[in-house]
């Protein structure tokens, strides 16, 4: 299931995408050609630990596979993707601007070696927002994946306020849980303020096995506005 976004969000029938549906739903469209722009942001800090680290990293490898294996009949389909990591500083380790092809995107992300400091959240939406808004078309469906479990240094800034200001630029946000930290009240609270809404699609946990195994068609019908 895809949503195409214009001016409108309006669901699509033409797909059979099967890993992580929530992100298929967001295309921008011009005519016939559709831009995605997907940033993941990889929580590389102390609390996440080093084999959280690792599957956060199988799991890009994973679902941008899918991402640019995705057609759509009739359409041409440009999507491009970004990936950063952040503990008390920020890396960006691919850039927008600088996207080649699937396999240079693979090697960057697998050659992400994990920090393991601070974590400090605010400064990676900062990064990511910054580099959508600035490397992609205003017309484009921008998109964050965060990879976070919850838990920032206390020094860390304002990450909902942070978070807002990146979604007034039309990004929209998913939070996605590491850990059983995510789940704990006030973390969760956290996440769901940070992801757009609605919270039961963009915010999801690392920890369901069924993550990157929800696809399903829309149901028949004219496309409408949300």
Not at 17 to 41: D, K, M, N, R
Not at 204 to 226: A, F, K, Y
Request: net charge neutral; aromatic share 10%; glycine share 4%.
């Amino acid at each position: 299931r895809l949503f195409a976004l214009s001016h409108s969000y309006f669901p699509l029938q033409c797909c059979e995408a099967q890993h992580f549906p929530e992100i298929w739903w967001f295309l921008s469209t011009t005519g016939l050609t559709c831009a995605l722009e997907v940033a993941f942001i990889l929580d590389s800090s102390e609390s996440a630990k080093i084999f959280l680290f690792e599957r956060q990293k199988a799991f890009v490898l994973s679902f941008s596979t899918q991402l640019a294996a995705l057609q759509v009949a009739g359409w041409t389909l440009k999507v491009r993707m970004a990936a950063l990591q952040y503990s008390s500083s920020v890396s960006i380790e691919q850039r927008i601007s600088a996207w080649k092809d699937l396999d240079s995107f693979h090697s960057r992300v697998s050659t992400m070696n994990y920090i393991g400091h601070g974590t400090y959240t605010t400064y990676a939406i900062a990064n990511a927002s910054q580099l959508l808004v600035q490397e992609t078309p205003v017309d484009s469906v921008r998109v964050a994946v965060l990879m976070t479990d919850g838990i920032d240094h206390p020094r860390n800034p304002d990450v909902i306020a942070a978070a807002a200001e990146a979604k007034g630029h039309g990004i929209k946000f998913f939070a996605v849980g590491l850990s059983d930290n995510a789940q704990q009240s006030q973390n969760n609270a956290k996440l769901r303020a940070i992801a757009s809404t609605p919270a039961q699609q963009f915010v999801q946990s690392l920890l369901n096995p069924q993550l990157e195994d929800r696809g399903e068609r829309g149901p028949p019908g004219s496309p409408v506005s949300i």
